[in-house]
C-alpha cells in the first residue's frame, strides 16, 4: 500500500484536479492507495479572513462564502456530467450551511475561539475531499471516502492538536483493514476523545498522510506538491539551486525546521519510526525524478546537503555575573518560556556561563520579554542580572547536511564567504552531530547570505562577479566589448562568470539584478535608464546587495571618487582608472587602503600609472618582500610621448594634438595632458605605493605650456589659439633636434622629491628611444642599485588601459 498526499496548489483547480486524478489513476494499477489532500488552493486563507471579519463584526465575511461556494461550484461544474452535479452539490450545500452558522455564531458573538476558529479551518479539507474523491469515482477509479475525525486521535490542544498514536494506529487499522478499494482521506483535521474537531497545525495535511502511512506500514509516503522536490536552497532566492534527489530524515527534518516549506518537521517523524520512505514529487510534471527521503541520505556528495532560513526572528539575550555557577538559571528561562508558549528556535550559551542567547520568532517577542523579565525580576532588580538585550530585524541562515559531520573547515568556510561580502555574524549554534550550522544574520542580508554560501559550498567551481560600471566612453566601451569577448572562455576554463548589473554614464544610469544583456547595451541604456544621480547610484548598489560585487569607474570624475569610502565601507572592492582618489590628500588615499583592508575587499588603481602596464603590481611585490625604492625615473604620460613622437618636421604641433584627441590617446580635455598634472599626479602615486608619504603639493611641475594659452575658457577655443603657438613648439622641436636630443616629458622621484617637466633627452637615457605612446619606468632600490628593474611598453589607449581594468577586476575574482 502507498500514501499519496496532493497539496493546494495540486488540487486548486479542475484543470489541476484533473492532473490529480491521471497519477492516481496510473498509480493504483500496482497498488492500493490512500489519497490524501489539502484544501483547494486559496480556500483555508479565505476561511480565516471570513472568521477574522465575523469576528469584528464586520458582515462582509458574507461575500467570502459565497466566493468559497462559487469556487467549488464552479469546479463541480467543470468535473462532473450535469446529471451528477446535483447530487454533489447537495452535499456541498450542506457543508457550506454549516459554515454559514458557525461564521453566524462568530458574528454574534464578536470573538473566535481556537475550538470555534479549528472548527472553521476544517471546511477546506471537507469540502475539497467531497469534490476530489467523487472525480475519482467517475473516472474509474473506485475510492471510498472516510473522515479523518474517524481515524486520527489527539489531545484539544486546537491549532496544534497532539496526536495519540497509540488508539490512531488502533483505530486506522481496524477501520481500514477490510477497505478493498482506493481510500481517500481529508487531510488536516482530526478529533479528540471527546469527538471535538482538531486540527493537526501548519502543514497538517502532510502530516496526516504520514500518520496514516506509519498505521498500515506503507511501502511509501509520495508527496505531490507544486515543485520537483527539496532543493539546494530557495529557488526563489538562489537562482542557481539545484534539485536534491536523496536526503536522509534528519537532513530533511533539519531544512525543514529552518524553513525549507517543501515539507514540514512533524512530517518526517511517524514515517521516520518504521523507515518508510518519503517521496517528494512535482504533480505537474510528474516524469520528474523528486526527492527521495529515507533512512541514508547520500554518501558521496557534498558535505552541505542544503541551505534554510528562518527570515523574521529576534534575539533576546540574558547576561551578568550573577548567572556564572549558579544552577538552574537555563532552566528557568526555558520554563518561563514555555509556560508563555513562547517556541525557542536557536539557542547559544557561552562557555564562561556569563550570556544566554535564544532566538525566537519576532511576532512572540513581546511574551517572551515580558515571561523572562517576569522570571529575572529580582536579579534584575539586584544587579546581578543586567537587563534583557533585545536584536531585531535578524535571520537565521543554516547550512545542513550529514557528511558535514567531521568535515574540517566548514565554520571556517562559511564564515570568511560571508565576511568578504560585508555580511556580519551575530551568534552561532552548532549541533554535536554536526548536521547543522547556524549562522544568525541581519534579515536585509539573507538574499546575499544564502548566494554567497550556495556559491561556496555547490557551485565552487563557479564564481559569479556583479560589477557596477561608471563611465562608458571610450575606456568604458572598450572594458564592456573585453568582458563580452572573454565571457564564455573565463566561464569555462576559469569557471568565472563576469556580470555587468549596473551601467552608467553622465546622462544615463540603468540596472538589472541579474545582469544586463550586453547586446545592444548603448540604446537600452538611452531607452531604459533613468537620469543618472551619481549618489542614487551608490544607493541603489547598496540596497541591490549582491554578493561579489565590484565597483568600476571609468570617470575622471572627482564627486564619483568622492564616494569611494562610501562603496567600500559596504563591502564593496572597488576598480579606479579614475586617478583622482589615489592622487588626492595622502589622508584620504590613506584611509581608503585602510578602509579596504578593515572590510576585506580591494581597493585597485593599477591603471593609474601606465594603462595595462603592471607598475604598481611590481611596486607593491617589492616592497612586500622588503626592498626600498630609493629613485624612480620615467616616462608616464602615453598621450604626450605620443604626441611629440610624432611631432615631427614638416607637422605642426596642433595637428599632432588633434590627432592625439581623435586616436583616444588624451582626456576629452587635452590641456589635462598637456598640463603636466596626469603626468604629477602619477609620480605622485608611485612615489606613494612606494611608500612615501607625499601630497601634490610637494612636486614640482615645469609646465612648457604657455600661460593665457592654458586658460582659454573652453576645449575649442583652447585649439583654435593652439595653432597661434604652432612656431613657438615648432622651435622646441627644432631646437632638441639640433641637439640630437628627442622631447620627452619626465616624472623623477629621488630622495622624497619628486619634479616633473619637459626635457631634452640624449641617447644615452632608458627614455631616448621610446616609440609611440610608450611609457617607461626605472625603479632603483635596494636590490636594484646600478641597473634598474625597468617597466616599458604601451602606457596609453583605450584597448591597454581597459584591459587593465578588466585584469583588476579579475585579480578580485581570484582572492
Known sequence: MKVLKFGGTSVASPENILKVVEIVKNKSRNSQLIIVASAMGGVTNLLVKSGELAGKGNEKYKSILSEIEQKHFSA????????????????IKQVLNELDDICNGIFLLREIFPKTKDFLMSF?????????????????????????RDLIITDENFGNANVNFDLTNKNVQQRLKNVKENIFVSGFIASSMSRKLTTLGRGGSDYTASILASAVDAEMLEIWTDVDGVMTADPNIVSSAYLLEKLSYEEAMELSHFGAKVIYSPTINPVLWKGIPVLIKNTFKPDTKGTLICKEGSKNGKPVKGLSRINKISLLTLTGGGMVGVTGVAARLFTALSLSKVNVIFI???????????????????????????EFENEIELGK?????????????????????????????????????????RAIAQGSTERNISIVINRKDVHK?????????????????HLFLIGVGNVGETLISQIQEQYEYLKKEHKLEIKIVALANS?????????????????TLIEEGEVMDRFKFIEIMQQMNIRNSVFVDNTADE?????????????ISVVASNKIAASSEYANYLNLNMLAKQKNVKFLFETNVGAGLPILKTINDMVKS???????????????????????????????????????YTEPDPRIDLSGMDVARKILILARESGYEMEMSEINNSSFMPKELMEKDTVKEFLTALKDYDAYFEKMRHEAENDDTKLRYVAEFDKGNANVGLKKADSSKAYYQLDGKDNIVLLYTNRYKEQPLVVKGAGAGADVTASGVFADIISIANQ
Open 76 to 91: 463541480i461544474d467543470q468535473l462532473f456530467s450535469y446529471e451528477k452535479q446535483s447530487d454533489i452539490k447537495v452535499q
Open 124 to 148: 477546506g479539507e471537507r469540502l475539497s475531499a467531497l469534490i476530489i474523491s467523487e472525480s475519482f469515482n467517475v473516472n474509474l477509479i473506485p475510492t471510498k471516502l472516510i473522515d479523518a
Open 348 to 374: 547559544t550559551q557561552a562557555s564562561s556561563e556569563h550570556t544566554i542567547t535564544i532566538g525566537i520568532d519576532i511576532d512572540e517577542e513581546g511574551i517572551a520579554r515580558e515571561a523572562i523579565t517576569r
Open 385 to 425: 542580572i543586567k537587563a534583557l538585550q533585545v536584536e531585531h530585524d535578524l535571520s537565521i541562515v543554516a547550512l545542513v547536511g550529514d557528511n558535514m559531520k567531521e568535515s574540517v573547515g566548514l565554520s571556517g568556510k562559511s564564515f570568511s564567504s560571508l565576511g568578504k561580502n560585508g555580511i556580519n555574524v
Open 449 to 465: 547570505a544564502l548566494n554567497v554560501l550556495h556559491e561556496r559550498f555547490f557551485l565552487s567551481k563557479l564564481k559569479k562577479v
Open 507 to 523: 546622462r544615463k544610469m540603468l540596472f538589472n539584478q541579474n545582469a544586463i544583456n550586453l547586446t545592444n547595451w548603448k540604446k
Open 559 to 571: 564627486t564619483i571618487a568622492g564616494l569611494y569610502h562610501q562603496v567600500l565601507d559596504k563591502s
Open 626 to 664: 622588503g626592498d626600498k625604492i630609493s629613485k624612480i625615473q620615467a616616462v608616464l604620460s602615453g598621450s604626450l610621448n605620443f604626441i611629440f613622437n610624432n611631432f615631427i618636421k614638416g607637422v605642426s604641433f596642433s595637428d599632432v594634438v588633434k590627432q592625439a584627441m581623435e586616436e583616444g
